[in-house]
Every structure is written in C-alpha cells, then in structure tokens.
C-alpha cells in the first residue's frame, strides 16, 4: 500500500506546476469529436446555456469514471437550471464510447487526442518516468502523447467567461456536484 502512495505522490508533484486557466479567464473555444464522430463546439454550447467542463484522463482511470458518474446522477438538476455538460479526455471516439456505455453517461464525452484543448486550457503534464513504467499512456491516449490532462472543471458561463474553475494536482479531489450547482445556481440567480 506504502508504494501506491509513493506512486500518487510523484504523480501529484509532478502536476503540482499546473495551475490551469482562472476563474475571469476567456475559456477556449473547441471542436471536438464526440463519441460518435460528431463535432462539438464550445460556442455552439453556450448558445443554450452554462456549459460545464470536466477534464478527466481517461476511462481507465476508476476515480474518473466515479467523477463522471457522480455528475450524471445530478444532470436532471443541472439541465433544470439550464446549463449543459461536456467531458474531455485525451483518448479516442471509442474510448468515448466505452466510457459513456460503462458509466451510463447522458451528456457529450469528447476525445482531444492531439491535447491542443487540454493545452489551450494550461492543463497538459508528464506524470513522469515512474507513471511511464507502470502504464502506457502512448497507447491509452488517442495521439500516442504520454501526457495527460490534471483533472479540472470549469464552469463557463453564455459570455465565454470561466466563472468557477477546479485545478487540482491531486487526481483524487474533484469538485463535486453539489459545488457545481451552487456556483450555478448563483449565476442563476445573477442573471
């Protein structure tokens, strides 16, 4: 057990540069594909409404997939306030796929296989040579990059502005649903 906490450790430290884009911060535009092929555009999204970003490193990462899920069992609450949900891993259509058919997901998973949007948003790292030895991201990720992205969450509002962000160098702290609907519901309330 002493050695998988060794592991986390050097993960965490080698993510603790990333800081992410801010809270105020313009959040990127993108097209992606989603699991069908599909393009998806950020503005395009906003036009409906809020749009939640969760970056997440990929379906074989089980505290991902209880990320996801989570936010999935408050997504009728999250669309009642008029806001949408978009995740983003580095791996391809089919690991999409797979991740929306093991987690029984009801909003767009999209695949950033060459990282530009994981760039783009300063979330991009090396894990290091330790992670590289026990797991083949060249092989996981859809563009062979053996770098993922440090899980976060942004929360966009219809102007393109990130008006909640989540950066966390340590994979195993997300933010939470509950957190997420009371920064929406604040925008809400805002408007």
Known sequence: MSELKDFQKLVIANASEVKGLSKGDRAPDFSLPNAFGKKILLSQALKSGIVIIKFYRGEW???????????????????????????????????????????????????????????????????????????????????GLKTLPVPATFIVNTDQIIEAAHVEANYTERMGPREIIEVIEKMVNKM
């Open 61 to 143: 990462c089980p505290i991902c997939n209880l990320d996801l899920r989570a936010i999935q069992q408050h997504l009728p609450q999250i669309r009642s306030l008029g806001a949408s949900l978009i995740a983003i891993s580095p791996q391809r259509p089919d690991d999409a796929l797979t991740a929306i058919q093991k987690n029984e997901l009801e909003y767009e998973v999209l695949s950033d296989a060459d990282q530009e949007v994981i760039k783009a948003y300063n979330l991009q790292f090396d894990p290091g040579e330790d992670y590289h030895q026990r797991r083949d991201l060249s092989v996981l990720n859809g563009g």
